[in-house]
């Protein structure tokens, strides 16, 4: 048995004690752990960014959090950390993980069996992730670099029939912003755009029922934007009504059987907290950690064998000895 496997921690351990800061964070704050709006997750983020940035050893433990777990550059681009931010938001706010099985508890399957109410459906139960309080939420973590939202499933065969003919092939037809917008013109070329813009804004309003929360994932800060699912339905819908060249200022194109916007014109209409991570408490709780660490590792070396015991009581002193200069500097 290596040092390292010996040392694997109990991740159930981090969750429970993660569970017991942030509840420690709400009631400090006097802040409601199931928000009934997006205004109170933005509050709690809000204050959370200026008690990080305050020093506060409470909200600098979870700040610590997300930086080695979700927002670090070491983890950023890995995309294990989407799950990783829903498991945070959870635990923070109390919520649950809606796994796709339980969709239909808070989203009703549309009625009939024909293609249309069939697809939509579908469409409309893979949007919800996360529940907090009475908020259904689809949840997105991106990196600074990102420009486009993978907005999920949206049928293009349900958005496309009847109005050209074949169906257009999502990668040779719509998976660019030009493809697609050579599409429009054509149903508009036709007389048919209203009739489109009205097909297309009631799959919008069938399908996008939850609010979003998106983190940007910069390193040492997060940026969390929050945007209603009324703003999100209304600059989708909108940018259609208005033809196919306003269509396409929002709309980027189709790919994997999910429609891709672009990210700026949501992110103006968000609330937005930018929440620096790494504050002046950060150094102290990294020294801290490294300690108990150090103390586990000579204890486990010691129950192995590896270490004499009296060798070990004199370097558990020495880290104890340190670790009293962290609480009592």
Same mark, same amino acid.
């Given at each position: &048995?290596?040092?390292?496997?010996?040392?694997?921690? @109990?991740?159930?351990?981090?969750? @429970?004690?993660?569970?017991?800061?942030?509840? +420690?964070?709400?009631?400090?704050?006097?802040?409601? +752990?199931?928000?009934?709006?997006?205004?109170? =997750?933005?509050?709690?983020?809000?204050?959370?960014?200026?008690?990080?940035?305050?020093?506060?050893?409470?909200?600098?433990?979870?700040?610590?959090?997300?930086?080695?777990?979700?927002?670090?550059?070491?983890?950023?681009? +890995?995309?294990?950390?989407?799950?990783?931010?829903?498991?945070?938001?959870?635990?923070?706010?109390?919520?649950?993980?809606?796994?796709?099985? %339980? *969709?239909?508890?808070?989203?009703?399957?549309?009625?009939? +069996?024909?293609? /249309?109410?069939?697809?939509?459906? *579908? @469409?409309?139960?893979?949007?919800?992730? #996360?529940?907090?309080?009475?908020?259904?939420?689809?949840?997105?973590?991106?990196?600074?670099?990102?420009?486009?939202?993978?907005?999920?499933?949206?049928?293009?065969?349900?958005?496309?029939?009847? !109005?050209?003919?074949?169906?257009?092939?999502?990668?040779?037809?719509? $998976?660019?912003?030009?493809?697609?917008?050579?599409? /429009?013109?054509?149903?508009?070329?036709? $007389?048919?755009?209203?009739?489109?813009?009205?097909?297309?804004?009631?799959?919008?309003?069938?399908?996008?029922?939850?609010?979003?929360?998106?983190?940007?994932?910069?390193?040492?800060?997060?940026? =969390?934007?929050?945007?209603?699912?009324?703003?999100?339905?209304?600059? &989708?819908?909108?940018?259609?009504?208005?033809?196919?060249?306003?269509?396409?200022?929002?709309?980027?194109?189709?790919?994997?059987?999910?429609?891709?916007?672009?990210?700026?014109?949501? !992110?103006?209409?968000? &609330?937005?907290?930018? #929440? %620096?991570?790494? $504050?002046?408490?950060? $150094?102290?709780?990294?020294?801290?950690?490294?300690?108990?660490?150090?103390?586990?590792?000579?204890?486990?070396?010691?129950?192995?064998?590896?270490?004499?015991?009296?060798?070990?009581?004199?370097?558990?002193?020495?880290?104890?000895?340190?670790?009293?200069?962290?609480? @009592?500097?």
């Amino acid at each position: &048995m290596t040092k390292q496997e010996r040392l694997v921690g @109990n991740e159930s351990e981090a969750e @429970n004690s993660l569970a017991l800061y942030c509840e +420690r964070f709400f009631k400090i704050f006097k802040l409601q +752990r199931s928000p009934k709006n997006l205004q109170e =997750i933005y509050e709690a983020f809000s204050i959370l960014k200026d008690q990080i940035d305050k020093g506060e050893p409470t909200a600098s433990i979870i700040g610590k959090h997300i930086y080695e777990h979700i927002s670090g550059e070491a983890i950023r681009k +890995r995309r294990v950390t989407s799950i990783d931010f829903e498991e945070f938001l959870t635990t923070f706010f109390e919520g649950i993980i809606v796994e796709s099985e %339980d *969709r239909t508890k808070y989203l009703e399957e549309l009625p009939g +069996r024909d293609d /249309f109410s069939r697809r939509v459906s *579908r @469409n409309r139960l893979e949007k919800l992730d #996360v529940r907090i309080g009475k908020l259904l939420l689809s949840v997105k973590t991106l990196i600074p670099e990102n420009k486009e939202l993978n907005a999920g499933s949206f049928s293009a065969e349900a958005l496309f029939e009847g !109005f050209l003919s074949p169906v257009p092939n999502e990668r040779t037809d719509l $998976g660019s912003q030009s493809a697609l917008e050579e599409k /429009f013109n054509k149903i508009a070329k036709a $007389g048919n755009w209203k009739d489109f813009a009205e097909r297309f804004e009631q799959m919008v309003r069938t399908i996008y029922l939850t609010d979003w929360i998106f983190a940007i994932k910069g390193g040492q800060h997060c940026d =969390i934007y929050l945007l209603t699912g009324e703003k999100f339905r209304e600059l &989708m819908i909108n940018c259609v009504k208005d033809g196919p060249s306003k269509a396409v200022q929002l709309i980027n194109r189709f790919e994997a059987h999910a429609i891709r916007t672009r990210l700026e014109p949501l !992110f103006a209409e968000a &609330m937005h907290v930018r #929440v %620096d991570l790494i $504050g002046p408490c950060s $150094g102290r709780l990294i020294k801290l950690d490294n300690l108990i660490r150090n103390i586990q590792s000579i204890a486990v070396d010691t129950l192995c064998g590896e270490l004499s015991p009296k060798s070990a009581m004199e370097q558990i002193q020495s880290q104890l000895k340190e670790l009293i200069k962290i609480v @009592n500097p």
